[in-house]
């Protein structure tokens, strides 16, 4: 069983105890909780489900694992033969959530 959930402005594919990366969410470590906008919903390859835009009654219930930060990426904005380099660094934040379970109609 599988389904496509909604988190910020980005879309996931999830499974039941898979870990995830998702945008940075303002909730305690250990916090259960339920995502409700579910697009898609496969239940053991029998039926797919779509919604318009979401499926009514469909919820995928998850855990905060951790907020942690990813790799540091750097920018560098150069301009050639006129002695101009400037160098940034960004980490941006992230929750890992665990799915427990994926609840259909």
């Known amino acids: 069983m599988y389904a496509v959930i909604k988190s910020g402005s980005k879309q996931y ?3 039941e105890g898979q870990k995830i990366k998702i945008e940075k969410l303002n909730l305690e470590i250990g916090k259960l909780f339920e995502i409700e906008k579910v697009l898609l919903l496969d239940e053991k390859n029998k039926k797919i489900k779509i919604g318009k835009p979401f499926i009514k009654k469909a919820k995928v219930s998850v855990e905060v ?8 990426i750097k920018i560098i904005h150069f301009k050639r033969r006129k002695h101009h380099m400037k160098q940034q ?3 941006q934040r992230f929750t890992e959530i665990k799915i427990i379970k994926i609840k259909g109609n």
């Open 89 to 91: 660094g960004h980490r």
């Open 65 to 72: 694992i951790a907020h942690k930060k990813e790799k540091k």
């Open 13 to 15: 594919i999830v499974k």
